[in-house]
């Protein structure tokens, strides 16, 4: 059975919902949408409105451009503006059931078709359809409303995205370091949150970052192998609103240890 392009709009929501960590409490807390809405969006029983897909982004620090993309096709479908024009009268008989079925056959594959367009030309499909891309200004009216799990203290020791202080739009590097192997370290802060962290790439299993804020609070993570290779590995957060004075480290094992000051 084909499946829709709403339910494959549902199945990427779920997935991304699972992937934070978050419970539809904490979904609830952290956008303009209540927990029973949200039950509804992720099981597909309810089209999500587009601000709840962006909202859902937003906090999970998940990009926005591929799910908006496959928002507008769901939206087209809810709608009935992907439809096939009606065409001759159908003959009675199996034929009568064929030609819906056709159709459907061809409405998935050209929603696979411009979905994946319109990602790797890096628009959004209301480019596609003659409208505002993303970051327009469609996009400009439709802040989200990010409220965080936690601030300064209540923050240390938290997975920045779990905690709804990661997300799209709300965090600003302070400073990017290379280690001499080729692995990149990230000092990041989250105004809303009052929080820093370090982020890092290329991070082998063994392989443990640190930072040190001068206050003396520090927060460490260790590559496990559990991720994929070379993939992003974050500290916890720390209270803290400045790079000024922290300390961030790369341990390696075997290695001595490579630092820098954020």
């Not at 392009?5 to 904490?26: D, K, T």
């Not at 790079?243 to 490579?258: D, M």
Request: aromatic letters at 4%; proline letters at 7%; a positive charge.
């Amino acid at each position: 059975m084909t499946t829709s392009v709403c339910e494959q709009l549902a199945e990427e929501l779920r997935a991304i919902r699972a992937r934070s960590g978050l419970s539809l409490a904490a979904l609830a807390s952290r956008t303009p949408y209540s927990k029973s809405s949200w039950e509804r969006y992720l099981n597909g029983r309810k089209p999500a409105p587009r601000q709840a897909v962006a909202a859902l982004c937003g906090v999970t620090g998940e990009p926005s451009g591929r799910l908006l993309a496959l928002w507008e096709l769901a939206d087209a479908e809810w709608s009935g503006r992907a439809r096939p024009a009606p065409g001759p009268t159908a003959t009675p008989g199996a034929r009568r059931d064929a030609a819906p079925r056709a159709d459907r056959r061809r409405w998935s594959a050209a929603v696979t078709v411009l979905v994946v367009g319109a990602v790797a030309a890096g628009l959004g499909l209301p480019a596609l359809l003659g409208g505002k891309p993303e970051g327009g200004s469609r996009g400009a009216a439709e802040p989200l409303v990010r409220n965080p799990g936690c601030r300064a203290d209540a923050c240390e020791g938290h997975n920045a995205v779990a905690m709804g202080c990661g997300g799209a739009g709300m965090i600003t590097t302070l400073a990017t370091h290379t280690a001499a192997d080729g692995r990149r370290l990230e000092l990041r802060h989250a105004e809303l949150c009052h929080a820093l962290w370090v982020r890092a790439t290329g991070l082998t299993q063994g392989d443990r970052i640190e930072l040190t804020l001068p206050t003396g609070r520090a927060q460490q993570a260790v590559a496990d192998g559990s991720g994929a290779p070379g993939g992003y590995l974050a500290t916890p957060m720390a209270a803290g609103n400045s790079g000024t004075g922290t300390r961030i480290c790369l341990n390696r094992p075997g290695s001595s240890p490579e630092c820098f000051a954020g």
